[in-house]
């Protein structure tokens, strides 16, 4: 009996030294076994978005909709099969979420310059999403590195955890919170949406139905969005919307939020102060922007041996 709860005890400190050990990611991770990661994954994202500029904001996206979702694993890029229930499928990604491609080809690239496949999916879409944000100007920030991919996908938790354009406030923080996230790191984060676009069917009730949002500027948007049909028209996400710059919140406290969950941050809640801070101070939205970025890239990581390092993006091995 006393042998074998030994037993167990060494298995089990083995076992918390093993987690604590590989739930560790690090800035060097691929510094010896692949030096030119980093430099090969930053000029197929340069081609990328010099040949299409919102690719910078698909990017991006991508990589906070994998980490919503059972963590930053890689699991958004797996196509349907027959045990895949692809999160490409869910209604926050159907037909919205893009740049898949651009991955396949950052991961053909970066296979080839380290000579085999040793950079995770999931660590691509850190860094090209970093790399995106850079190129429209925006901050720069350290990219923690070590992920492996998932071997599954859940449209489901996609459909749940993904927050809806349609969300107040509460739903909001709450969402985030189930990250692991605070209010800071929802507005900072929002503030994503200073690149990119949404389509009509996202913003429409918000341009026909809401009151808190400038007359102007909602009608301005309804040529483009009819109230029924047009439902894939886009509009900007904010008025500069290659640039990544403050002018996100500068149009929420003018009412002019695009979205029902972006004018939501500005809305006489809590999050109004710092909406009105980041309207002002670029250096503090750059900042927080930068620390949230990487307070949500380690979001429940697989690390050590855990996954797999995807051969193709699209499949598990
Ligand atoms: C706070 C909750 C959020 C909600 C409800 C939300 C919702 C949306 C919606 C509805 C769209 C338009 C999709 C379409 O119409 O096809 C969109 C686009 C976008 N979102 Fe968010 N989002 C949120 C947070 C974030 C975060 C945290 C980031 C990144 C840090 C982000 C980055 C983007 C970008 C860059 C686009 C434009 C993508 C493109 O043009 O391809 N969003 N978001
Ligand atoms: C505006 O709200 C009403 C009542 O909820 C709804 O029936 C209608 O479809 C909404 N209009 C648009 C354009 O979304």
Known sequence: MASRSLVCLIAFVLLALATTASSQLCPDFYDKSCPVALSTIKWVVEAAVNKEPRMAASLLRLHFHDCFVNGCDG?????????????????????????????????????????????????????????????????????????????????????????????????????????????????????????????????????????????????????????????????????????????????????KGLLHSDQALFNGGSTDALVEKYSSDAIAFSNAFAKSMVKMGNIKPLTGNEGEIRLNCRKVN
């Not at 929802?186 to 400038?214: E, K, M, P, Q, W």
């Open 75 to 255: 699991s958004i890029l797996l196509d349907p099969t027959s045990t895949i229930d692809s999160e490409k499928n869910a209604v926050p990604n159907l037909n919205s979420v893009r740049g898949f491609k651009v991955v396949d080809n950052i991961k053909s690239e970066v296979d080839k310059a380290c000579g085999s496949s040793v950079v995770s999916c999931a660590d691509i879409l850190a860094i090209a999403a970093r790399d995106s944000v850079v190129l429209q100007g925006g901050p720069t920030w350290e990219v923690q590195l070590g992920r492996r991919d998932s071997t599954t996908a859940s449209r489901t938790t996609a459909n749940t955890a993904i927050p809806s354009p349609l969300s107040d406030l509460p739903a909001l923080i709450d969402n985030f919170k189930n990250q692991g996230l605070d209010e800071t790191d929802l507005v900072a984060l929002s503030g994503g949406h200073t690149i990119g676009y949404a389509r009509c069917l996202a913003f429409r009730n918000r341009i026909y139905n809401d009151t808190n949002i400038d007359s102007e500027f909602a009608d301005s948007l309804k040529c483009e969005c009819p109230s029924s049909g047009g439902d894939s028209n886009l509009a900007p996400l904010d008025p500069t919307t290659e640039s990544f710059d403050m002018e996100y919140f500068r149009n929420l406290v003018e009412k």
